[in-house]
């Protein structure tokens, strides 16, 4: 069963993976970018995006996200 309200992201490689860094360090970045105070879906995405060190790099990044409330 689903919660009541939750948002789920999904992203490709491109947002976490960084030469020189393991894929742990990303997955952290990421997971601390999308804690806390709560703001709308489209600001959180952007928030994860701009949080990639050195910009978007080499690899190409797609991220979708979904949020519900009931």
């Not at 689903?2 to 360090?25: H, K, M, Q, Y």
């Not at 105070?37 to 996200?65: M, Y």
Request: net charge negative; glycine share 12%.
């Amino acid at each position: 069963p689903l919660p009541e309200t939750g948002t789920i992201v999904a992203f490709t490689d491109g947002l976490i993976e960084r030469s020189g860094e393991s894929i742990d360090e990303g997955l952290e970045r990421a997971r601390t970018e999308a804690a806390g105070d709560e703001v709308e879906l489209p600001e959180l995405l952007d928030r994860l995006v701009a949080a990639v060190p050195g910009g978007r790099g080499e690899d190409d990044i797609a991220i979708v996200g979904v949020r519900w409330r009931t």
